[in-house]
């Protein structure tokens, strides 16, 4: 059974502080996605990657980085949290080799930034 | 801009009845349209998705449209089911596997 999982479901941060959001894939898919979801507003693309270090921006990248070190995991880092920060997080992957567009989503991560 | 808090439209049934949500698209160059569905406290889950060459697919209990013309796709659920209440997004892509676009959304509510 595929899994995507996302090491957090709640989130407590203060205004300024570091944050790491956390996603590992166990289906051994190239590529990896951070969306943030908000109400009406659907789930927007932060950041995706394709391969191994690599990153490309998606909609909304402000303020938002990636790493990439390992083909599994895939983490979203807010440098200095703001509250316009506070969000739904979902991370998704997909197989890039065999095609199709089925991502596969993690459970999600509920951020609140104080 | 943003808007925190904005209404998600919300479509309300009875059980049994067919359902259809609908979803309207701008980019004329997407190769793909999926629907996913998003139960409470889970992620998305891939439903169905339609090539843009095709006007009609179906799946098991649902099927998707595809009108080109007005870009403008549906899903329907046949013979809804208190398991269908959910938020349904609908979502395009230029390439397969390539980034998705959502759409806002739609809550589908079930009565019994």
């Known amino acids: 059974d595929v899994k995507v999982t996302q090491s957090s479901r709640y989130l407590v941060k203060r205004t300024g502080e570091k944050v790491f959001l956390e996603c590992v894939q166990d289906?051994?898919?190239?590529?990896m996605f951070w969306y943030r979801q908000d109400p009406g507003l659907g789930l927007r693309l932060i950041y995706f990657s394709y391969d191994v270090k690599m990153k490309e921006k998606g909609d909304i990248p402000e303020g938002y980085s990636v790493s990439r070190e390992k083909k599994e995991r895939f983490s979203l880092i807010l440098e200095s949290a703001s509250t316009n920060q506070t969000s739904m997080y979902l991370c998704a992957s997909h197989d890039g080799q065999t095609g199709g567009t089925e991502a596969f989503f993690g459970q999600g991560t509920r951020l609140t930034v104080v | 801009g943003e808007s925190v808090g904005l209404h998600l439209p919300t479509l309300s049934v009875q059980e049994g009845d067919n359902s259809i949500i609908n979803c309207a698209y701008s980019?004329?160059?997407?190769?793909?349209f999926i629907w996913y569905k998003q139960e409470s406290g889970k992620g998305p889950q891939f439903i169905i998705d339609?090539?843009?060459?095709?006007d009609k697919r179906q799946g098991q209990r649902v099927t998707v449209l595809l009108n080109k013309t007005v870009k403008h796709l549906s899903l329907q659920i046949a013979a809804t089911q208190p398991g269908d209440s959910a938020v349904y997004f609908c979502a395009e892509t230029h390439n397969a596997g390539n980034m998705l676009t959502f759409g806002g959304g739609t809550r589908l509510m079930v009565k019994p």
């Open positions: 289906m051994d898919h190239e590529n």
């Open positions: 980019n004329s160059a997407s190769d793909y």
């Open positions: 339609i090539r843009s060459n095709m």
